[in-house]
């Protein structure tokens, strides 16, 4: 993973030796990253491959990590149910990504207590809503 320019990082080889990095700077060419980097011991197979795989972040975003069968639309806005002076309310949130069983979400306050239904929910008209 590279997080920021400067910042020492660790890689591993598939003969499994491991490096020391420090990513210096990232280019975008079309459609591919390019990361240059300072490495202090350099081993000739490293060397001539040059090619390596990586995880690169080009944006981080703070967000909470809610299930995404908590997610509902009302009204064409999604949002959470979430637990307000006892009673289940509805809060629009905005989805900054989505990692499978859950959603990376903007809007929550600290503290807020996210509900999640059961799957016959659905079926019972919306009766938290109301």
């Known amino acids: 993973s590279f997080h920021s ?4 990082q660790r ?6 030796l491991t490096y020391s990095i420090v990513p210096r700077q990232v ?3 079309q459609d591919k990253f390019w990361a240059l980097w ?20 080009t944006q981080e975003q703070e967000a909470v990590l ?6 509902h639309t ?9 637990l307000f002076r006892g009673k289940p309310v509805f809060n629009p ?12 979400v903007k809007g ?14 659905s079926l019972a008209k919306r009766w938290w809503l109301k």
Do not use: M, Y
């Not at 320019?5 to 020492?8: A, V, Y």
């Not at 011991?41 to 490293?46: E, G, Y």
């Open 11 to 16: 890689i591993k080889t598939e003969d499994g």
């Open 66 to 71: 809610v299930p995404a069968k908590a997610l």
């Open 93 to 104: 949130v905005e989805v900054v990504c989505n990692q499978g069983n859950e959603v990376g």
């Open 27 to 29: 280019i975008q060419a």
């Open 38 to 57: 300072d490495v202090t011991s350099l081993s000739d197979t490293l060397g001539k491959e040059r090619v390596f795989s990586a995880e690169l972040i």
């Open 108 to 121: 929550l306050a600290h503290g807020q207590r996210v509900l999640t239904l059961p799957w016959w929910a």
């Open 5 to 8: 320019q400067g910042q020492r």
């Open 74 to 82: 009302r009204d064409g806005v999604q949002g959470v149910i979430v």
